[in-house]
């Protein structure tokens, strides 16, 4: 018996641009993680590609809003990005707790979302 036909792959041009223009709507001061830009984009499962899209991505596009499904930073193993996407959110006005985490059930968007940004 012949193992079944591994899935065609994600055409890449297709699925970052979608995940672009999700991470370009999340307004200041809010924040969406990598799964729920994944699920936004239409390409449930695949939170690990917002992950690599964001790498490559232009400076110019909000890739700091995206965050963990805990709230937090992931680590980038690159000296400062961490660093700086925090403090990139607490200019926004983003508060992080004791361990180092949004709270996402304050601070998290959806992109169906009509409500101005959330004030701590």
Avoid: C
């Avoid at 672009?20 to 390409?43: C, D, H, K, L, N």
């Avoid at 660093?83 to 709270?103: S, T």
Wanted: charged share 20%; net charge positive; proline share 12%.
């Amino acid at each position: 018996m012949k193992p079944p036909a591994a899935p065609s792959p994600l055409p890449q041009h297709a699925l970052y641009a979608a995940i672009a223009t999700v991470v370009a709507g999340i307004p200041p001061g809010r924040v969406m993680s990598y799964g729920a830009v994944a699920r936004a984009a239409g390409f449930p499962h695949h939170a690990r590609m917002v992950a690599r899209a964001l790498a490559q991505s232009p400076q110019a596009l909000p890739w700091f809003r995206v965050v963990n499904h805990q709230g937090g930073i992931s680590p980038r193993g690159l000296n400062g990005e961490d660093d700086l996407q925090r403090l990139l959110l607490e200019e926004e006005g983003l508060e992080f707790d004791a361990r180092g985490r949004i709270n996402m059930a304050r601070s998290s968007w959806q992109p169906d979302e009509q409500t101005p940004p959330r004030r701590a």
